[in-house]
């Protein structure tokens, strides 16, 4: 019986590696650039901020809102919150006050 023998190559032995380093590659450049990679991380983060600000500014002005609602409801009429509101809507001033335009 006779056996052939084969000496193995130096470039196969590198097909196995180099295969596994492009797969690598791949996912690592995507880790680092992809939509939700490295830097989109940062760049969300930075949105989350801008929002959170937003945030705060929307429930401030709605605070004030439900304060100036506040003052008009429940029968404890303010005489002044009527009387500016009322003003304000007709563009009427009394002849003793000074406007001030902005």
Sequence with gaps: M???QKRRSFVGRLIVPAITATFLSYFAIHAQSGQYGIRAKAT???RLAERN???AELTQKREQ???R???LHDGTLERDMIDEQARR???VVNEDE???LR
């Design 2 to 4: 006779r056996t052939i």
């Design 53 to 55: 600000a937003e945030l």
């Design 44 to 46: 969300l983060a930075h």
């Design 98 to 100: 000074i406007v001030i």
């Design 89 to 91: 809507a007709l563009n």
């Design 69 to 71: 609602v506040q003052l």
């Design 65 to 67: 809102l439900e304060r």
